[in-house]
């Protein structure tokens, strides 16, 4: 933490004398500077005998707004000699958000940001702005393309702050909700909404997350993911410290089990803290099954990213150094597959490890169309032809192929990816040392897990530290008798999320 | 790993006693380490009790002795497993880069601070939970609990000379002397500080009879890591030869036990000399390294560990009983004033 | 300090590619799955069985034979004939010929458990010849684990008791106990397991067939399985007529009776038995019927229990462990003592057998 908010001051210093210069120092000089470009328009009206004149970027306003609600009713009012001053305009015009202001700064932003603004020729320090911003250029589809969950909602985000906000808000029927705006980027002076439950989540959490954020010296922030990693607490890690996710019912749940969530406009993820390590291999949809279901496919999750982490590091230290371990029946088929392989196994391992990551960064790359039969393609007749050309033994190509698999499995982008990387410094480790490299590794990897925090709460936790009472909805999904309590490495400001009713079970031996 | 060779030397078969006997004695030493810690104020670990009881010069002579035999401690553990690498796993390597690695991976963890320290342990103890179950169900059918008969053949002496060696195995809860502190609430902690001993003593019973009922007693003297030699019976479908895994498994372990040693070094350098803990860290680990670069052949090795298992005996059947009675007298002719 | 680190992590980083573990990649080594030792002029001759997997489902089996001065060299010897270094991580099966194994295995065995790459499931075996005829004949089957695979199924479907490398030193080390093996023979060019070798320290002493081991089996673990002919004699048959028994449980219980000398114990046995193939005057649905068949397998059992131990003792040998149980009941156990009043000690045999299940149909 300490290192990161370091850096981001050291840059902060750096380009303070920068940023000074695009500010200008009055409103001469700055309308100069905006009429170099041409979407900047400036439209003279006379009411009365006073000249209005109107100046707004074309690109940024809802054009048939300005006509209907602003130029109509005024051009209404021309002979009008009542209009004094610029306050009048708030009477005159339907629209709700006009403020009155002199200052530049304040001009400045709002212009940018789609208000049209208002001055009378006579009174050069008073401007009034009017907010006409259009949203147009934006998506409306909202259906969650990259999480999704065959049981459950597919409402996600979209790249509006103001639409996903509203939709939080549809959900989160209290007036608790809290979201809390700042402004996020030297150039592109981003809307980042800090959201969260008051009288839940913990305070200083909140302030931790507004703290880190107002931090941000940064110029255009392009996606929540980047806040992500501005204000994680390492950035020395694969490993994600905030959730991302574009699903409303994630947020909703983080929102509610007491963290905190950040959003900034144009990007459809949110991001959540502080999170453990178990909240990335939790899928929404555990909960919409019923929980022995929910708690298997869990089981089965947390097993796949293990597997894909150890699979074929497990291979390279068997075949390189630990032949003993192989059970005799296997052993046959497994010489047999590596007979013509001329390589030794790290080489292979790499080779086909490396193939299986080119077809996923090319299939992600192109269309979905496209990208299906890449997959088909690399998977089928890549493989068969390398163990025909006897570049690498079949068996190994079933235990890539499952360990990809299984990668796939996690249903965060982020932690699959962390994942993914994580396999090679295993792969390496374990051939050089075998079984004991493998652990070496992991050694290291545990070590690094327990140092982590998110937000200044460890990383591992319930498991370290351990908090037996949270255990319970980490490795299975309990019954929602069990769940009504919030986690307590959350502290939250209180701990009851819901008070379930007694469950008194009787078969109907006891009934009849 | 290799206790159960260990206490049968004196006691034979009868050594189940000694070990509970040493856990008894375990729960009495940690009963004096909570108190010795808890009834001074402003003094709550074992380098201000050292200057408050013995001045500052004496004091710190003990202190810097406590600190050397953690650093032994650390490097009598790393060099046995390293031992146990080099006959099961990889008998002609270079064994030096290997200990490079795990000593940055100890520098890792300590440097971390008391947090991963604690927290590799938390993983320890998980993994030798976990794996203990496996070994009794498939040991099962290998079992003759006949060995454990006739109950009583050994003398009080040998039993308790048994018990004796068994406390090698409990070496580490002096470590509660720099851990202490950082205990939030003692008193909670006494409780669970107990209960662990207890499970502890238990899981070593039980492994210890396993032991015995797998094992003649003469062939138990033939060997020299039985519990490898157990798990290597074990045969499950994707695997055989359980010990090669094991063996890598307890590297997490052997870890954990390092660098809590490592880490109390550190802080009774810092405490006492005022040593900026990052540099003790390095020159512990530079040391341990080179020393099991120079120290290769295993009856050196057998010999040191006997050493430390004797400095270990006297540390916490002598002192911690001595330092226990100077508090207790101390308290009491303070009191009065 | 940056720059140290850095240039400490390269040196480090750089050691590591020079500082690879002892690697045996799993095609390039030499399995050796079955040894056989045999006594030679002045020293051993050790066989080595090595499957050479050419093509899927065809392995060759390689047949090494060198002669060494003792069993110690023999591996640096076949090393001498081999393209590959041979391990010895996935052995399985170590037989020794009969005049090898008269002659005493301790070298033989405590080199095998001195290896730790050797599994303690290894199974060991006497041939009645020389191990190497013995492995000739296997070499056709094209299964290096032919001879472990039998032994393996023996124990489990069979009448073989429970026997492995770890099991071989458990009661060659145990006092008061001695070890035996499985016996092999050779039948119209076909390896057959005719029986158990008994062993007397580390030297084969005797042979036993094929139904005493079942009665060995019986007396020393929880068996499931094996099957013995019994015998019985009808009033009006003259002549003894047999029909099959399969164990299905069975349960051996020892009381200590008299641990003075001369000692006495009395061994009890729950035998729950499946009898499907009996004369055809039987009746298997007949209440009467089966009580005498009960009783004709308690008698016979008993009859043949007492004999089995009466050859043992005769031999001196302790299969059993009957020395280790007395140890375990008296403090003043001396194995010597024991030894030498093994001959006098008094044993009572009582078998209760329960026929459970008679097959399917009348």
Redesign the interface.
């Known amino acids: 933490m300490v290192k990161n908010t370091f850096t981001y001051n050291a840059i902060r210093g750096n380009d303070m004398a920068d940023n000074q210069k695009t500010e200008p120092r009055d409103m001469t000089q700055f309308l100069k500077q905006l009429k170099q470009s041409s979407d900047f328009k400036t439209i003279q009206l006379s009411i009365g005998d006073k000249q209005l004149s109107i100046s707004y970027f074309k690109t940024l306003i809802d054009e048939k707004l300005l006509q209907s609600h602003v130029i109509l009713p005024l051009q209404e009012r021309a002979l009008d000699l009542d209009f004094r001053q610029l306050e009048d305009l708030k009477t005159w015009i339907p629209i709700e958000d006009i403020e009155m202001t002199g200052q530049v700064e304040s001009i400045q932003a709002k212009l940018l940001k789609g208000c049209a603004v208002a001055t009378l020729d006579k009174e050069f320090c008073k401007y009034a702005l009017i907010e006409l911003a259009s949203i147009e250029g934006l998506r409306k589809n909202n259906d969650t393309e990259n999480e999704f969950s065959v049981v459950g909602p597919k409402v996600g985000f979209v790249e509006s702050i103001d639409t996903n906000i509203g939709l939080l808000r549809a959900q989160i029927n209290i007036p608790t909700l809290v979201v809390k705006e700042i402004l996020v980027g030297t150039t592109s002076k981003t809307r980042v909404a800090i959201i969260y439950i008051d009288g839940v989540t913990n305070k200083r959490n909140v302030k931790t997350v507004e703290q880190r954020l107002e931090q941000i010296d940064y110029d255009v922030i392009f996606d929540t993911s980047q806040l992500d990693q501005f204000i994680s607490d390492n950035s020395l890690t694969p490993f994600p410290l905030f959730l991302s996710t574009e699903r409303r019912d994630r947020v909703v749940y983080a929102l509610i089990t007491g963290q905190v969530a950040v959003v900034s406009d144009g990007s459809p993820y949110f991001i959540t803290g502080p999170s453990t390590l178990f909240d990335f291999f939790l899928s929404p949809e555990d909960y919409y099954l019923p929980w022995i279901l929910g708690s298997f496919f869990r089981m089965i999750r947390i097993f796949g990213v293990i597997f894909s982490l150890f699979a074929t590091s497990m291979y390279i230290a068997i075949t390189t150094f630990h032949y003993e371990v192989i059970p005799r029946d296997l052993l046959e088929p497994l010489i047999f597959s590596r007979r013509n392989v001329p390589f030794p196994p790290l080489l292979e391992v790499l080779f086909l490890e490396i193939t299986i990551e080119f077809l996923r960064e090319a299939g992600a790359r192109l269309p979905t169309k496209i990208g299906q039969t890449l997959g088909i393609v690399g998977g089928i007749v890549i493989g068969q032809a390398t163990v025909l050309a006897g570049l690498t033994s079949n068996i190994l190509v079933i235990i890539v192929a499952f360990s990809a698999l299984a990668s796939f499995a996690t249903p965060i982008y982020k932690m699959s990816n962390a994942i993914r990387f994580l396999r090679f410094p295993m792969i390496f480790a374990s051939s050089i040392w075998g079984a004991l490299g493998l652990f070496i590794g992991i050694g290291f990897l545990l070590v690094h897990l327990t140092r982590l925090t998110s937000l200044g709460m460890p990383y591992l936790v319930p498991i370290h530290p351990l908090r037996v009472r949270d255990l319970k909805d980490s490795f299975i999904r309990p019954s929602y008798q069990f769940t009504n309590k919030r986690p307590s490495y959350l502290r939250p400001d209180s701990s009851v999320k819901y008070k379930p009713g007694k469950v008194k079970r009787k078969n109907d031996l006891d009934r009849e | 790993m290799t206790y159960q060779r260990r206490v049968i030397e004196h006691a034979g078969y009868n050594a189940w006693i000694s070990v509970m006997l040493t856990g008894i004695i375990m729960h009495l030493l940690i009963w004096m380490l909570y108190k010795i810690l808890s009834s001074i104020e402003d003094s709550n670990d074992i380098v201000t009790i050292n200057h408050k009881l013995f001045g500052k010069l004496l004091g710190n002579l003990i202190n810097l002795a406590i600190v050397l035999y953690f650093v032994f401690g650390a490097f009598v553990k790393f060099k046995v497993y390293m031992e146990m690498i080099q006959v099961w796993l990889f008998p002609s390597m270079n064994f030096l880069p290997v200990s490079i690695v795990i000593a940055l991976l100890v520098y890792y963890a300590v440097s971390g601070g008391i947090r991963s320290v604690t927290g590799i342990s938390v993983w320890a103890t998980i993994i030798s939970l976990v794996s203990i179950i496996p070994q009794i169900s498939l040991t099962f059918p290998f079992l003759h609990p006949m060995n454990l008969l006739p109950l009583l053949n050994h003398s009080a002496s040998d039993i308790l000379l048994s018990s004796k060696d068994m406390a090698f195995e409990y070496l580490g809860v002096e470590t509660l002397l720099f851990l202490y502190p950082f205990v939030r609430t003692p008193e909670k902690s006494q409780k669970w500080a107990h209960f662990i001993m207890l499970l502890v003593t238990l899981l070593y019973l039980m492994i210890l009879i396993l032991a015995f009922m797998f094992f003649t007693e003469e062939q138990l003297r033939h060997t020299i890591w039985p519990t490898l030699n157990m798990i290597g019976i074990f045969e499950v479908p994707l695997l055989q030869r359980l010990e090669y895994m094991a063996i890598s498994l307890w590297f997490i372990k052997i870890i954990a036990g390092i660098s809590i040693f490592i880490w109390a070094a550190c802080r009774g350098m810092k405490v006492a000399f005022h040593l900026r803990p990052r540099l003790s860290l390095i020159v512990f680990l530079t040391a341990i390294t080179a020393l099991c670069h120079f120290i290769i052949d295993h009856r050196t090795v057998e010999r040191v560990s006997e050493i430390y298992s004797n400095i270990g005996v006297y540390f916490l059947y002598a002192y911690i009983p001595f330092v226990f009675l100077c508090v207790m007298i101390r308290k009491k002719l303070i009191k009065p004033i | 300090m940056e720059l140290r680190s850095r240039t400490f992590l390269i040196i480090?980083l750089s050691?590591?590619l020079?500082?690879?573990?002892?690697?045996?990649?799993?095609?390039s080594?030499k399995?050796v799955q079955t040894i056989g030792y045999d006594a030679a002029q002045n020293g051993v001759t050790s066989s080595a069985v090595i499957?050479n997997?050419?093509?899927?489902g065809k392995?060759k089996l390689e047949f090494y034979v060198t002669e060494s001065k003792s069993v110690y060299d023999s591996m640096p010897k076949l090393n001498m004939k081999l393209d590959f270094p041979i391990?010895y991580?996935?052995l399985?099966m170590a037989l020794f010929g009969d005049s090898f194994a008269r002659n005493g295995i301790t070298t033989a065995i405590e080199s095998l458990?001195r290896d730790?790459?050797i599994?303690?499931?290894v199974h060991l075996g006497v041939a009645d010849r020389a191990a190497l005829e013995l492995l000739n004949i296997g070499e056709n089957r094209r299964d290096p684990?032919f001879l472990s695979d039998m032994i393996e199924q023996n124990m489990k479907y069979g009448n073989l008791p429970?026997m492995n490398l770890?099991?071989t030193?458990?009661n060659?080390?145990?006092?008061g106990?001695d070890f035996f093996l499985p016996h092999f023979t050779v039948e119209r060019d076909e390896i057959k397991l005719d029986g158990i070798a008994l062993f007397k320290g580390d030297k084969f002493k005797t042979k036993i067939g094929i139904r005493d081991s079942f009665l060995l089996k019986m007396l020393l673990e929880d068996s499931k399985n094996g099957s013995i002919m019994v015998p019985m004699t009808s009033a009006d048959q003259t002549r003894a007529e047999y029909f099959l028994m399969n164990s299905i449980h069975s349960k051996p219980n020892y009381k200590v009776i008299r641990t003075g000398y001369p000692a006495s114990v009395a061994i009890h046995v729950k035998l729950n038995a499946q009898v499907k193939d009996v004369p055809q005057w039987i009746d298997l649905t007949s209440e009467d019927q089966i009580a005498l068949l009960e009783k004709s397998i308690e008698v016979y059992c008993e009859s043949e229990i007492q004999k089995f131990i009466s050859l043992c003792k005769r031999n001196n040998v302790d299969p059993l462990?009957l020395g280790?149980?007395f140890?375990?009941?008296?403090?003043e156990w001396n194995s010597q003592e024991f030894e030498e009043h093994y001959n006098a000690l008094a044993t009572t045999v009582h078998v209760n057998a329960r026929i459970i299940r008679t097959g399917a149909g009348g």
């Open positions: 480090v050691m590591l020079t500082a690879c573990g002892d690697t045996n990649i799993v095609n080594i399995f499957a997997y050419e093509e899927q392995s391990e991580g996935q399985r458990i730790p790459k599994s303690s499931r684990y429970m770890h099991l030193f458990f060659y080390y145990g006092t106990r462990g280790d149980l140890r375990s009941k008296s403090k």
